[in-house]
C-alpha cells in the first residue's frame, strides 16, 4: 500500500487550500493510504537548537521519512509560499545526523503541488515552491492544480469548476502512474 502525506501550506483548518488538499485525498484509489500532516507545532528553525532534534520536529520528519510521496497545498502569499511551510521545509532539508544529508527527511520525495489562491491561482507561489523542492532533489510532478478563486473568496465550502475538477483528476492520476512505477 502506497503512502501520500497532505500538507497544507495554510495553517488554516478549513482554508482552501485544505479543502483542495481533502478533494484531492477523496480520489485517490483504495491502493493508496493517505493522511494529513500536522505542523502548526514546529518551532522556527535555529540552528542552536537542532541536535538533537526538538520533539515535534522529530515526529514530522518521521511521517515525511514514512511517505511515498508528498501533496503540498499552498496557498499564495505575497506571490510566494507561507512562512510556516518554507520553515517546514527548512527543517525537512536538514540532517538528522550532522552533515549526512542522506539523512534529510524531506530531500529526493515525490511531490504533487496544489494551489488555490487569487487570480494567478497560485501559479507565483507554485512557481517558487517548484524551485525550491528541485533544488532539494525532489521529484516534481508536471502537472499541477491552480484554482483561482475570484468570487469565491467570500465563500465558506470551495466549490471546483468542471475545468478545475478535471484538472484535480489529471494530477491524481498522474501521481498514482509514478506511484506504481
Ligand atoms: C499574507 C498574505 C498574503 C497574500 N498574498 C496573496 C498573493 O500574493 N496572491 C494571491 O493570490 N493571494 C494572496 N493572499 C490571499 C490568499 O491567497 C488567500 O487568503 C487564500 O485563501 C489563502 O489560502 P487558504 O484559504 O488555504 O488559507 C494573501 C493572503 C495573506 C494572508
Not at 70 to 79: A, D, F, K, T, V
Not at 102 to 107: E, N, P, V
Request: charged content about 25%; glycine content about 8%; aromatic content about 8%.
Amino acid at each position: 500500500m502506497k503512502k501520500v502525506l497532505f500538507i497544507c501550506g495554510s495553517l488554516r483548518r478549513d482554508g482552501f487550500n485544505m479543502q483542495l488538499l481533502r478533494l484531492a485525498s477523496e480520489r485517490l484509489p483504495a491502493s493508496c493510504s493517505w493522511s494529513f500532516l500536522s505542523y502548526g507545532d514546529l518551532p522556527l528553525l535555529d540552528q542552536d537548537k537542532e541536535f538533537p532534534a526538538p520533539a515535534a520536529v522529530a515526529r514530522v520528519r518521521a511521517e515525511v521519512a514514512g511517505a511515498d510521496a508528498l501533496w503540498i497545498g499552498s496557498p499564495e502569499y505575497n506571490h510566494s509560499y507561507s512562512a510556516a511551510l518554507k520553515n517546514l521545509v527548512d527543517w525537512l532539508s536538514r540532517p538528522v545526523e550532522p552533515g549526512d544529508y542522506s539523512t534529510a527527511a524531506g530531500r529526493g520525495k515525490l511531490v504533487a503541488i496544489s494551489s488555490a489562491a487569487g487570480a494567478s491561482g497560485g501559479a507565483f507561489s507554485l512557481a517558487k515552491l517548484r524551485e525550491l523542492l528541485v533544488m532539494l532533489g525532489c521529484t516534481v510532478l508536471e502537472e499541477e492544480t491552480r484554482i483561482p478563486l475570484g468570487k469565491r473568496f467570500g465563500q465558506t465550502a470551495l466549490a471546483l469548476l468542471p475545468e478545475e475538477e478535471a484538472m484535480l483528476e489529471r494530477e491524481c492520476s498522474a501521481l498514482i502512474a509514478r506511484l506504481a512505477d
